[in-house]
Nanobody, 119 residues
Framework: QVQLVESGGGLVQAGGSLRLSCAVSGSIRSIFSINAMGWYRQAPGKQRELVAAITRGGSTNYADSVKGRFTISRDNANYTVYLQMNSLKPEDTAVYYC??????????WGQGTQVTVSS
């Protein structure tokens, strides 16, 4: 198993930027078994949705709503995944969650970090 801790959320004006961090911990065996990492978000009354993902091979995928504005990256040396969010909009307001995809379809989640974008 792995443990995920998100940080970097907060209140920001529309057009501003935030960088979210997801610190990954656990056994080396578990950490290096991760197939992909992703950022999800959930707004009040809505289903959790995938925002961005990065695979073990480095391929990335983004929701259409954030393409060109958000960037997912990783620092393998520090076991950290980032989500750089630029040109934020009020509709980006949500709780953002980090996810790790392990073999067998096992998913692990962080506790979430609140992002609020004001107009």
């Amino acid at each position: 198993q792995v443990q995920l801790v998100e940080s970097g959320g907060g209140l920001v004006q529309a057009g501003g930027s935030l960088r979210l961090s997801c610190a990954v911990s656990g056994s080396i065996r578990s950490i290096f078994s991760i197939n992909a990492m992703g950022w999800y978000r959930q707004a009040p009354g809505k289903q959790r949705e995938l925002v961005a993902a990065i695979t073990r091979g480095g391929s990335t995928n983004y929701a259409d709503s954030v393409k060109g504005r958000f960037t997912i990256s990783r620092d393998n040396a520090n076991y950290t995944v980032y989500l750089q969010m630029n040109s934020l909009k009020p509709e980006d307001t949500a709780v953002y969650y980090c996810n790790a995809d392990l073999p067998g379809g096992t998913g692990w989640w962080g506790q979430g970090t609140q992002v609020t974008v004001s107009s």
